[in-house]
């Protein structure tokens, strides 16, 4: 498989992966609001500087969002950046996608319930997203939607749920029935970088993935916008 390296920062957890010749490695920090004096750093202990294809660099994988602002543009202007110089496709991989897989990938979710993957928006609202599991990757059931907790609205016919990220700290103010649903909650995890690869991996091999022009991050909501690297300037 492709080699790719992986940037995830939309979350409390600033982590970065290389996956390369069958093996990964990965620096993982849970570090709120320091995720861009520790980026680049982190990066330079996977691999040193320079153009990333002469290191054998395939791709580059990123989570596109839904989660911090700051946190996605940083990872989007990072991923841009690196793609202009070393002219690497990009592939954008959901943050509740990639933390769903960490929860497979950790045991905490069995593979047969369906995951609530969440992300607290901090304004009174989550991100969220239903994922049902085929062959041990996530697979979209519904979302992404950014609501209050108690407009969280469960799939039919499902019995059994885990729930998995920050915004299942709001549990007490989900609905009745969902909560009735709850096999698990886990609220400290986060999503990790090496769990971008797999999932980028499926996108190259349907060549869908983006230029270096194209990365923008995911808001979901839609009165946020990005900048391209050229419109931007310094933060006000």
């Given at each position: 498989m492709?080699?790719?390296?992986?940037?995830?920062?939309a979350t409390d957890a600033c982590s970065v992966?290389?996956?390369?010749?069958?093996?990964?490695?990965?620096?993982?920090?849970?570090?709120?609001?320091?995720?861009?004096?520790r980026l680049f750093p982190m990066l330079?202990?996977?691999?040193?500087?320079?153009?990333?294809?002469?290191?054998?660099i395939e791709a580059l994988a990123y989570g596109c969002g839904p989660g911090s602002f700051t946190g996605l543009r940083i990872a989007a202007s990072a991923v841009q950046g690196l793609a202009y110089a070393s002219d690497l496709p990009v592939v954008p991989v959901s943050t509740l996608s990639c933390q769903a897989a960490t929860?497979?990938?950790?045991?905490?979710?069995?593979?047969?319930?369906?995951?609530?993957?969440?992300?607290?928006?901090r304004i009174n609202e989550i991100y969220w997203a239903f994922f049902s599991c085929d062959s041990g990757a996530p697979v979209l059931r519904a979302g992404p939607f950014a609501t209050p907790p108690e407009q969280v609205l469960l799939p039919d016919k499902l019995e059994s749920i885990d729930i998995v990220g920050s915004g299942a700290r709001y549990l007490d103010r989900f609905p009745g029935a969902l909560r009735d649903s709850v096999a698990e909650a886990h609220p400290d995890l986060l999503p990790e970088a090496r769990d971008l690869v797999p999932l980028a991996h499926s996108s190259l091999a349907a060549e869908?993935?983006?230029?270096?022009?194209e990365v923008r991050p995911v808001y979901v909501r839609d009165e946020i916008s990005w900048k391209k690297l050229g419109e931007q300037g310094r933060p006000q």
């Open positions: 492709k080699a790719i390296l992986a940037i995830e920062t992966a290389l996956y390369q010749g069958g093996e990964f490695r990965q620096c993982h920090e849970v570090l709120p609001r320091q995720h861009s004096q330079s202990e996977l691999l040193p500087p320079g153009n990333l294809r002469d290191q054998g929860a497979l990938r950790q045991g905490l979710t069995d593979g047969r319930r369906t995951v609530l993957s969440t992300v607290d928006a869908d993935w983006q230029t270096a022009l």
